[in-house]
């Protein structure tokens, strides 16, 4: 067994351990020690083991550790892809680490914590099944939304080849050597990059797509546009998030998905019952309608060999017959599938920091791991009045995922208003996630005034949707009892 003390411990070295680490360097000082634990052998969390093919939705500059700029020099409405994201990851390591001590635990993985009178004593397993015990008086469990790969689907018929984008790379290997259909499960930001990667790597090769309920997607060229639309058109994603948290009281998701579509939304498929705030571009989309053979609005169940024929077996009870050899690619959604105990956002004695989907305060969980280790390292963490929502339980509760979207960006309005209130302006103006930075200042400027002039009015509204849901849905939604 090791023994290591520390000031401050976190548990992940994702997008939002990362941002917890740089906020956590602006308190401490040369001389005191972060303990940085990850399960992965390397930081990046949910990008080391997404698929190959995976590109950035948001250009790239938006994407970061605090306002840490990227190092390669790329015009700023690229799309980064794995590998520039995953060095982009170790660079922010190496800068917060010109500032603080930083031991690193990578390939280690958190197994329980316990809360003493000296601090948080946590307990964690190695590769080589060697255990770990650290003595931290600040514990952060920057979890995120927990992504872990995605598994092939399980099919019945042996006339079929299931795969998951995670464990095969769509653009070779066996699935390139010959021209059998591809079966797309899934309408959302992973099906959408495989549906354009084999569509572009395979002309003319059938490509088709079970879609569920369809997706939104957020129109790339309107929220973050090029050229003279940077100074004076787009829609701003800060305001457009408050105007879909102002047209959403909590029961009428269709509607605000009718508007949002007519907005600033685009779509591949003929319906679109989800949300996720994913980006799409107008010629992505273009692409991937023209590429497609079908369109299955339906959800896939199995697929069965019947008299030496293969059928796809969907859960309406519909059927449809396809090639046998034929690929299945699974692309269902990555987030709120893995199964953790309930656990509040903060622990009573204010220690203990855990940024979660169990206990939710922000819909981008990379705002937590910074706005939250401000509140943190201010004393403030129990003071706020902050709503927290349970996103799993909300997730097997709902019939699309549009609800729990709505929810989640009015959740992330509504406790902005009261951090606002608690950091100031300077906090706001330094965190480099901000989708408004897109914007030349003058734009920002304007977007900020505005914020400060309405969000406690806006507060409210967002308060009762928040009830609202609660009632609806019978689920945790509100400020953490006992805190």
Not at 108 to 124: I, K, L, M, N, P
Not at 143 to 164: D, I, M, Q, T, Y
Not at 170 to 184: A, H, L, Y
Not at 217 to 225: A, D, G, K, L, W
Request: with cysteine.
């Amino acid at each position: 067994m090791r023994t290591q003390t520390c000031d401050v411990c976190v548990i992940g070295a994702g997008i939002v351990g990362l941002n917890a680490l740089f906020v956590a360097s602006r308190y401490l000082s040369r001389d005191q020690k972060v303990i940085l634990v990850d399960r992965h052998p390397r930081p990046g969390g949910m990008w080391v083991d997404t698929y190959p093919y995976v590109r950035l939705h948001q250009p790239h500059p938006l994407f970061t550790a605090g306002d840490i700029k990227w190092a390669i020099r790329k015009d700023r409405s690229y799309l980064a892809t794995k590998s520039e994201v995953l060095e982009h990851f170790e660079h922010c390591l190496q800068i917060i680490g010109q500032r603080i001590q930083i031991e690193e635990y990578f390939g280690w993985d958190y197994r329980s914590h316990e809360e003493t009178g000296g601090g948080v004593r946590v307990t964690c397993t190695g590769p080589d099944g060697a255990t770990l015990v650290i003595t931290a008086t600040r514990l952060i469990k920057a979890f995120g939304a927990n992504v872990v790969p995605k598994e092939p689907l399980r099919v019945s018929s042996s006339l079929v080849r299931s795969v998951s984008p995670n464990y095969c790379d769509i653009r070779g290997g066996e699935i390139g050597r010959n021209d059998t259909p591809v079966w797309i499960v899934g309408g959302g930001k992973t099906a959408m990059d495989t549906a354009l990667a084999l569509i572009t790597t395979y002309p003319g090769r059938e490509v088709n797509l079970v879609a569920g309920p369809g997706t939104i997607f957020i129109n790339r060229e309107r929220i973050v546009p090029r050229g003279i639309g940077r100074w004076w058109g787009g829609v701003m994603p800060n305001r457009l998030f408050a105007d879909i948290a102002r047209h959403f009281d909590g029961t009428n998701e269709s509607e605000v998905q009718d508007w949002l579509l007519a907005t600033a939304g685009l779509s591949v498929t003929p319906e679109s019952g989800n949300f996720f705030a994913g980006l799409l571009s107008e010629t992505e989309q273009k692409t991937i309608q023209e590429g497609l053979n079908t369109v299955v609005m339906d959800h896939f169940q199995d697929a069965i060999t019947r008299d030496g024929a293969v059928e796809l077996v969907f859960r309406s009870g519909d059927t449809a017959a396809i090639t046998p050899g034929s690929w299945i690619v699974n692309c269902t959604g990555y987030l709120l599938h893995a199964t953790t105990p309930y656990e509040p956002y903060v622990s009573p004695s204010g220690s203990v920091l855990s940024i979660q989907t169990r206990s939710g305060t922000f819909g981008f969980p990379s705002f937590g791991g910074y706005f939250l280790t401000h509140l943190m390292f201010r004393d403030k963490l129990r003071e706020l009045p902050l709503y927290a929502v349970d996103a799993d339980e909300l997730r097997t509760k709902t019939a699309t995922a549009a609800a729990l979207t709505y929810t989640a960006l009015t959740l992330h309005l509504h406790n902005l208003s009261f951090i606002y209130d608690a950091l100031g302006p300077s906090v706001f103006l330094q965190c480099g996630l901000d989708f408004d930075r897109w914007y030349p200042i003058h734009r920002r400027l304007g977007e900020t005034a505005h914020f400060v002039r309405t969000h406690r009015r806006d507060r409210e509204h967002n308060r009762q949707t928040l009830d609202t849901i609660r009632e609806r849905f019978g689920v945790r939604c509100g400020p953490v009892v006992g805190v």
